[in-house]
């Protein structure tokens, strides 16, 4: 490790000034990142300005009835805050299922938003990676990519975001409040990360300086339901294979749906769906919610919805089975959230759609044994 | 051999290390106090093959607090260069992707660490191969396997028995490259006091160190001292030393006398301390349509580096586990390119049970039998490898035992049947063996002191496994005194001569080696010695060894939850029932068993050292990318086993514990996930991936 200054502010416009005047200057949070690039040779500041004493540590409502989150609450509080829980499952759940306890009591909202991806050759300085070293070319392109990007990739970049905590605030509509030397700024977090394109050294559009200072979540319409989802290659400490944040409203059908048939699937009054583990930011699957808006709440119209998303994704040599594990767990999210789970143990009829749309083999018969696989 | 049976052995007894390990106080080899220390870092390959042309360390060499760089233009010669690991700094070959090429030594860790990335390399690159493939071009057959078994063996004609059986399973399985990473890191602290070394490692066998030392600096072994008192893991990665240790001595001849340190990086260690080869096994089984197994055979591809030779001896278990009239075992390698395998816990049997009890499996299903049945039906009556009797073989007990424990009679053989709650779930058995073996070099000293403790050396050492409490425990009896009369002492080569704490074979051979000198002490000193009194005892080679089969059993049992949505697979119940000859201490016997159960489900579900051939590197190289199980995968275990002594295993009457948990537990997991899904993972490990519908 480089030899580095250290100092820490006193206020946050003090902060932004010490690292917008000096290049080489970053911003410490938690450090449960930085510190470990730093370790390993990927950042090499000089000087270290301490944001973690910064009074942006609390959580507040807005006036509107939604909530400021401070970019130095840790991790932890965030997730256990009684607000957070009660009107944003999604994010507490999203947050639970990141990293491990003691890094989530290091970790903070802003520092979260900001890391890094775990991609491989990223975090090897003897390989290759355009995001590390830009130009030097993309190692994981032809490599290891069983963590990588199904959509919106390119061919200078393949890598995920890793944050959990950004795909739930993706689908919460949340803001990114910014503090730069020019002023504040707001961006929405659907903006805030980029894709690669050809300058994957870039992960969000903050300027150089630009300090975090909170993130502020739009209140949710009454009788909103969120989820969050992780699937992981082990129970708990894993980033996601996929995951997929899911906001559900849901209307009674109106009689032109059903003819004044009460068995008749509630209608999906508003939807947002981001997905984590997929592309380079959290990626809001805008077709699917599209396809769902203002239509019957069935498996099978799930199916439809996240297939016309997934239809863009283009996946890699390690990672074809991330369509399927992202179709199969959003329709599982969205089956638990609008009420349908019953259908998995009961031959699946309150899930069909009457379509004929039923899966097979998810009925409680027996699957046709010795199947095969690689 | 008559077997003795006094108090202290099975004693639930807390382990005697344990306060000062939870009060920090027990000295792992990296915190042994250094007057004025440097500190070393390494500088390792980015090419697999080639030669270095040049070394510029200019930059590092003019940085403040650097002591010294060393490359292979600069360091002290070693003696003895034909081992291409240790030969360390010896020459401009580079043998594997991340090799020690250059090393730093420096005031503060800090220091080493970024002058060594200041150190610039140049090569001469080499086409490389380090990928492992069935069809690759040169394999060959290596003279032995390790741990000296044979390469290949056949009985009776093994290709017209399976033209002519009336069930075939042919099928290949494969596990992939595993890096055994113990938790504390391997760390080495060397000094040099003119002809004398002194080494404080992080090492199972201190004594086996220095031997392997004295030769490389042309020393005799008596100008050596190795003390390890406390190792925080090593799964056989700290059996051998590797080159860091050399390294770290080497680096101390150039220091005026300052102790080196080093710990390897966990990055470090995937390149540097070993690891399980991967392997791609191909088994066959012939049988008649009631399981009765005719033909078995087992031909294994794996790999080795091109520098110097590993074989793991993955087919050895099919040599003894069941009865067949033909049989064929091959090992071939594939020399490649790589960082140099090893032994990882349980070598040889541990990945060979998965090929072997998974084909077990698909067996029963194809004859329409119970898993357990089938095994019940080929049970062999004397060990078909050596024609002897087994000294004991309890394998059926240990299924049965288990079956009644785990609820076995609720499986329902038709797979994929159960959900609950959106899991599909289903249940799996395998069988478990390890060989007993007994290493004869061994000596123990008893010295009675003068405030009235009976002071027990023998150069042992205890990787965390309860050497420490299990020896203490065999001392006391062996003297009939109580545990807290006893003041052992081991981890040192200043106390007599021991073997490696490896093979499952630790406590058996030290302990026969205490229960001798236990015994010439009596015989010397009767009931009431002097202060001072001291008696010496040797180990010996069991003689029971020529006559019988030696092997501990046991069964696995396996519950499996498969999500039906995503394929996330969880390990909701283990169950595990031994035998394995008198337990010496309840207490750290069930966390050596559930030890070996946890890291079989490491290896079930987790564990994977992916290659990335385009580098020759193993690219997820550390633990945040490695998984192994955390707390969340490891839900229900249990260990059990059945009370028995031994009368073939020596005075202890007890084989060994440190290996057979993991034996048989990665099938044991597959095979509960086919009944779970009907979907048969034959690729460890069984990642969702693999169970998506
Ligand atoms: C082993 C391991 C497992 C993990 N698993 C997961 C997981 O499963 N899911 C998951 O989501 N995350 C996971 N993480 C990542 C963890 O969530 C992040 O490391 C953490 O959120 C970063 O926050 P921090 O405050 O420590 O950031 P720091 O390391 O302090 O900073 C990170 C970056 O953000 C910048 N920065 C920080 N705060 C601000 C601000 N307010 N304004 C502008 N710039 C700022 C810093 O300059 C730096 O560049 C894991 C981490 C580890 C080490
Ligand atoms: S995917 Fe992106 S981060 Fe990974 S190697 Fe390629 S450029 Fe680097």
Request: net charge negative; aromatic share 6%; glycine share 10%.
């Amino acid at each position: 490790m480089k030899p580095f200054d250290y100092a820490s502010s006193a206020s946050p416009p003090e902060a932004v000034a010490a690292v917008a005047g000096n290049p080489a200057a970053a911003f410490l949070a938690g450090g449960t990142n930085l510190v470990d690039h730093m370790k390993l040779g990927i950042a090499a500041p000089e000087q270290l300005v301490d944001i973690s004493q910064l009074p942006l540590n609390t959580i507040d409502t807005t006036d509107n009835g939604g909530l400021r989150l401070g970019a130095t609450v840790p991790n932890s509080d965030l997730a256990a805050h009684p607000l957070v829980r009660q009107r944003y499952p999604v994010l507490s759940q999203a947050l639970l299922s990141g990293a491990s306890g003691q890094l989530r009591n290091a970790a903070t909202t802003g520092g979260n938003l900001l890391q890094r991806t775990r991609c491989v050759y990223f975090q090897d300085v003897t390989t290759p990676c355009n995001k590390r070293s830009p130009g030097s070319g993309c190692s994981a392109l032809e490599g290891y990519t069983r963590y990588h990007a199904i959509l919106g990739a390119s061919m200078d970049c393949v890598a995920v975001h890793p944050s959990d905590m950004a795909v739930a605030m993706a689908a919460l509509n949340a803001r990114v409040e910014i503090l730069g030397p020019s002023g504040e700024r707001s961006v929405g977090l659907h903006s805030f990360h980029r894709l690669p394109g050809d300058q994957p050294q870039r992960d969000t559009v903050l300027d150089h300086g630009e300090l975090i200072t909170a993130v502020v979540l739009p209140p949710l319409p009454e009788g909103t339901r969120s989820a969050y989802r992780k699937v992981r290659d082990r129970a708990s400490y894993a980033f996601a294979l996929v995951s997929v944040a899911a906001v559900v409203r849901l209307e009674e059908p109106t009689d032109a749906d059903d003819g004044g048939d009460s068995a008749s699937p509630p209608r999906i009054a508003e939807v947002r769906l981001a997905l984590g583990g997929v592309a380079h930011k959290p990626w809001r699957a805008t077709f699917a919610e599209e396809a769902l808006r203002g239509q019957p709440a069935t498996e099978g119209k799930f199916r439809r919805a996240i297939d016309a998303e997934l239809q863009h994704a283009v996946p890699l040599a390690d990672n074809a089975f991330k369509v399927p594990m992202v179709r199969n767990t959003v329709v599982s999210v969205l089956r638990e959230l609008c009420g349908l789970e019953g259908g998995l143990d009961q031959g699946g009829s309150q899930a069909s759609d009457g379509n004929g749309e039923q899966r097979g083999g998810r009925t409680g018969t027996p699957a046709s044994g010795g199947e095969d696989r690689p | 051999m008559s077997v003795q049976l006094p108090a202290a052995t099975g004693l639930d007894l807390e382990r005697v290390d344990g306060r000062a390990k939870v009060l920090g106080l027990a000295p792992y080899a990296y915190e042994h106090p250094a007057e004025h220390p440097t500190y070393l870092h390494a500088v390792q390959s980015t090419i697999a093959r080639g030669r270095i042309t040049a070394i510029d360390t200019a930059a590092a060499e003019t940085m403040d607090g650097v002591v010294a760089v060393l490359t292979h233009l600069n360091a002290p010669r070693l003696a003895n260069t034909e081992d291409n690991e240790l030969a360390v700094l010896q020459s401009d070959a580079v043998g594997f992707r991340g090799q020690f090429v250059a090393a730093v030594v420096a005031d503060s860790p800090e220091t080493a660490r970024e002058a060594a990335a200041h150190v610039h390399v140049q090569y001469h690159r080499e086409p490389h191969h380090a990928a492992l493939r069935a069809d690759h071009e040169d394999l060959y057959k290596p003279e032995t396997v390790n741990a000296g078994f044979d390469t290949d063996t056949s009985t009776g004609d093994p290709d017209a028995a399976l033209a002519s059986a009336a069930v075939v399973v042919d099928r290949t399985y494969t596990t992939p490259a595993e890096h055994n990473n113990p938790m504390e890191p391997h760390t080495t602290v060397a000094q040099w006091d003119g002809e004398r070394l002194l080494v404080f490692d992080s090492t199972q066998a201190v004594h086996n160190a220095r031997k392997t030392l004295a030769p490389l600096f042309d020393v005799e072994v008596e100008q050596i001292r190795v003390v390890a008192p406390h190792v925080g893991g090593g799964f056989g990665s700290k059996g051998l030393p590797h080159a860091h240790v050399v390294l770290t001595a080497l680096a101390a001849k150039v220091t005026g006398g300052r102790p080196v340190k080093y710990a390897l990086t966990r990055q470090q260690m995937f390149f540097l301390a070993g690891y399980r080869t991967p392997t791609i096994q191909r088994l066959q089984l012939g049988a008649s349509p009631d399981g009765r197994i005719s033909v078995l055979t087992h031909d294994v591809v794996e790999q080795t580096s091109a520098i110097k030779e590993f074989a793991e001896q993955t087919a050895t278990i099919s040599r003894m586990m069941y009865a067949a009239d033909h049989r064929r075992t091959t090992h071939r390698l594939a020399s490649l390119d790589v960082p140099i395998p090893s032994w990882m816990r349980a070598p040889g049997e541990c990945p060979g049970s998965f090929g072997l009890e998974v084909a077990m499996d698909e067996l029963a299903e194809a004859c329409g039998i119970d898993p357990i049945e089938l095994r019940v039906r080929n049970e062999p009556t004397i060990d078909p490898e050596t024609g002897k009797p087994f000294a004991s073989r309890h394998l059926l007990a240990c299924l049965r035992e288990g079956a009644r424990r785990f609820g076995w009679e609720r499986r329902n053989p038709q797979p994929g049947t159960r959900l609950v709650d959106g899991w599909r779930t289903g249940i799996g058995v395998a069988a478990s063996t390890y060989p007993a073996r007994r290493q004869p070099a061994n000596t123990a000293r008893i010295r009675f002191t003068a405030d009235g403790f009976y002071e027990v050396q023998i150069g042992a050492v205890d990787l965390g496994t309860g050497a420490w409490t299990a020896l203490t425990q065999i001392a006391a009896e062996a003297l009939e005194c109580g545990p807290e009369q006893v003041r052992l002492q081991i981890g040192d080569t200043d106390l007599p001569a021991a073997t490696v704490a490896g093979g499952s074979t630790g406590t058996a051979s030290w302990g026969s080696a205490i229960i001798g000198a236990a015994q010439m002490f009596r015989k010397e000193h009767g009931g009431f010695p002097a202060a001072g009194d001291t008696s010496e005892g040797d180990g010996e080679k069991n003689p029971a060894s020529k006559n019988y089969a030696l092997h501990s059993f046991g069964a696995q049992f396996a519950e499996v939850q498969v999500h039906a949505d995503t394929g996330e697979i969880r390990v909701s119940r283990m169950l595990g029932v031994y035998s394995a000859g008198r337990i010496i201490n309840p207490r750290t016997a069930r966390s050596q068993f559930l030890g070996g159960m946890t890291m079989g489900i490491g290896m079930a579900l987790h564990e994977q050292s992916v290659m990335d051939e385009r580098f020759g590197m193993i690219v997820n190289h550390d633990l945040a990318e490695y998984h192994v199980p955390a707390n969340a995968d490891i839900r229900q275990l249990e260990a059990f086993w059945l009370e028995e002594v031994d009368e073939h295993a020596g005075p202890l009457g007890a084989r060994g514990i440190g290996e057979i948990g993991i034996v048989g537990a990665a099938a044991a997991v597959a095979n509960a996930a086919y009944n779970a899904t009907g979907i048969r993972v034959r690729d460890l490990p069984l990642t969702a991936d693999k169970f998506l519908a």
